[in-house]
């Protein structure tokens, strides 16, 4: 588990003391050092005199449906704490529909995220509002220009003559000697899909694709 209270700094002049601050810090492997974060997270809270720092360090892909580490955080959000990030990729790496669905969690929480790099802070407010909205926008374009190219692509592949969607008996092109065998034994279809480890339909597509005769001519060569 990384998760700590590094160091509190409560009761000092000039402190803002409402609300914790917790400073998540990602990597990717073990290998990477996280030190870079965890040092511009910190000077950060001290130069704006925020008060208890909290690191919450997690080895994990950005682009992991779940990161333990930071849904503990957003779970735990009371109004008032900030969550403090040195990029937006730390909190994730699946595109802007994720990202805002994170920065609404934080915000409906009443807490409040910053980005260091960009200095850019979400909170209760109508410019918090304007740029989710951008980032749903942002979203929907990528989404759109996903869905673009893939339909480029198919059409293109469609021109080329290329046969499109997973090819039919695939996985039992390289088994006809062994489907032989079985029809040599007289077994049924139902006995033979079981065999082979493969829904009935399966066994009885590839048999009408073809593979029925296929494996009558393996079994006439032998």
């Given at each position: ?12 002049k000039?402190e803002i ?9 990602r990597v ?5 050092d996280?030190?870079r974060q965890?040092?511009?997270l910190?000077?950060?809270v001290e130069?704006?005199?925020l008060?208890e720092?909290v690191?919450v360090?997690?080895t994990i892909s ?13 779970t735990?959000?009371?109004k008032?704490d900030?969550v403090?990030v040195?990029e937006?990729s ?5 595109g802007?529909?994720?990202l805002?669905?994170?920065?609404k969690?934080i915000?409906?929480k009443?807490a409040e995220?910053?980005e260091?790099?960009g ?8 410019l918090s509002e304007?740029?989710l909205?951008?980032l ?7 989404r ?14 469609k021109?080329?003559?290329?046969k499109?969607?997973?090819?039919r008996g695939s996985?039992?092109e390289?088994r006809?000697a062994e489907i032989k065998?079985y029809q040599?034994?007289?077994?049924n279809k139902t006995s ?10 399966t ?7 073809g593979?029925?005769?296929e494996?009558?001519?393996?079994k006439?060569k032998n």
């Amino acid at each position: 588990m990384f998760f700590y209270t590094l160091r509190e700094t409560k009761g000092k002049k000039g402190e803002i003391m409402q609300g914790k601050n917790y400073l998540y810090v990602r990597v990717s492997t073990n290998t990477q050092d996280a030190n870079r974060q965890i040092s511009d997270l910190l000077n950060y809270v001290e130069q704006k005199k925020l008060g208890e720092a909290v690191i919450v360090r997690e080895t994990i892909s950005g682009r992991a449906n779940i990161k333990p580490e930071l849904e503990r955080v957003l779970t735990s959000l009371k109004k008032g704490d900030r969550v403090l990030v040195s990029e937006f990729s730390r909190l994730t790496r699946r595109g802007s529909t994720e990202l805002g669905i994170i920065a609404k969690r934080i915000i409906e929480k009443g807490a409040e995220l910053y980005e260091l790099s960009g200095n850019i802070h979400f909170e209760d407010n109508a410019l918090s509002e304007m740029y989710l909205s951008i980032l749903g926008a942002a979203a929907r374009m990528e989404r759109e220009a996903i869905s673009e190219r893939t339909k480029s692509a198919l059409a293109e592949r469609k021109r080329k003559g290329v046969k499109l969607g997973r090819p039919r008996g695939s996985k039992l092109e390289q088994r006809k000697a062994e489907i032989k065998k079985y029809q040599d034994l007289g077994l049924n279809k139902t006995s033979i899909a079981k065999l082979l480890g493969v829904a009935r339909g399966t066994y009885i597509n590839f048999l009408n694709s073809g593979g029925k005769n296929e494996a009558k001519e393996v079994k006439n060569k032998n």
